[in-house]
């Protein structure tokens, strides 16, 4: 499972995934919080579309960090693309 498919997680699923390890006690915001801030750090451009979504998410903790990560994201690009002077 890529980092971005686990933003794809409802509460059940995750609940469900989860049932028998550690992480379920963060709870599905602070794992999804934690999904955004690594994709953030070292997410594609081919994760914003997940990390749009999850922007919408209803969970304001969720939806703030994507807005960040999908912010890092598309500032790596910018500063990838070729400087024409």
Known sequence: MSLRDYLHLSDAD????????????????????????????????????????????????IAEHAEWAIQQIRGRQKQAQPQIV
Do not use: Q, T
């Open 14 to 61: 995750f609940r469900a995934l989860f049932r028998n390890s550690p992480i379920k006690r963060i709870k599905r915001r602070g794992f999804l919080r934690n999904v955004c801030v690594a994709l953030g750090n070292v997410g594609d451009p081919s994760d914003l579309p997940a990390l749009e979504r999850a922007a919408a998410d209803p969970e304001l903790l």
